[in-house]
C-alpha cells in the first residue's frame, strides 16, 4: 500500500493522513488507526500482534455498531501497549490482598489518557458509541448487519464510508489525537523485564 503524504510536518499530521488512507483502502477501522500510529510515532512497536488484536473491533465490534467506535479502541489499545501495566506487574498485583492495590496510581498514565481521549470524542462526536459516530458522521447508521452480507456493503457505498469523509475522517481524527497525547506523555520507561512500565 502506498504510504499517504502527510500535509503538515508533525507525527500527528501524518496519523491523520495515514488514517484516513489506511481506512480507505484496506479498511477496519480499529487496524486502519493502530496502523496509522505504528507507522507516524517512532517509539510506537510495529508488532503484528497488536494489529491482529484489533481486527475484530471495526465496525463497533464485529460490525455490530453497538460497542465503543473501532477507531477510539484502536487509540486506546495502543495507549495500553504503551503505557499500560506490564505482566509482570499485573503478576504481582495478583497475589495482594482484596483491597491492597492503589489501582488509580497503577493505572496511569494509561487510564489519564484513554479519557482525554474518551472526552474528544464526547465533545466531537457526542459518545464513543460506534452507532452514535456513525450517526453524527452520516445521519444514520446499520443496526447489527453481519459484516460479510451485501446489505451492509449498500449501506457504506451509499453513505461514502471509506471515501474521504465518512469512517475515513473519523480513523484519521482518532489517530490525530492518539498521537498529540502520544507524543505529549513522551516514549515508556521500561521495566527490566522488557514490559512497560
Not at 17 to 35: D, H, P, V, W
Amino acid at each position: 500500500m502506498a504510504e499517504a503524504k502527510p500535509k503538515g510536518n508533525s507525527p500527528a499530521d501524518l496519523a491523520y493522513e495515514l488514517g484516513k488512507e489506511y481506512e480507505k483502502r484496506a479498511t477496519n477501522c480499529c487496524q486502519s488507526t493502530i496502523a496509522a500510529l505504528q507507522n507516524s510515532i517512532d517509539f510506537v512497536p510495529k508488532e503484528d500482534g497488536l494489529l491482529r488484536a484489533g481486527s475484530a473491533f471495526a465496525g463497533g465490534l464485529g460490525f455490530t455498531n453497538q460497542g465503543l467506535c473501532g477507531a477510539l479502541v484502536g487509540a486506546v489499545m495502543v495507549i495500553g501497549r504503551l503505557y499500560g501495566r506490564s505482566r509482570r506487574k499485573f503478576q504481582e498485583h495478583a497475589k495482594l490482598p482484596v483491597n491492597q492495590l492503589d489501582f488509580v496510581n497503577e493505572g496511569a498514565p494509561a487510564w489519564d489518557l484513554a479519557y482525554e481521549l474518551f472526552e474528544r470524542y464526547m465533545m466531537e462526536y457526542g459518545s464513543p458509541l460506534c452507532k452514535d459516530v456513525m450517526t453524527c458522521v452520516f445521519g444514520s447508521h446499520p443496526d447489527r448487519i453481519r459484516p460479510i452480507s451485501p446489505v451492509r456493503y449498500e449501506w457504506t457505498r451509499r453513505f461514502g464510508g471509506h471515501e474521504s469523509g465518512g469512517c475515513c475522517e473519523v480513523v484519521g481524527k482518532a489517530a490525530r489525537w492518539a498521537a498529540e497525547l502520544i507524543l505529549k506523555q513522551g516514549p515508556p520507561k521500561e521495566e527490566a523485564d522488557g514490559g512497560n512500565a
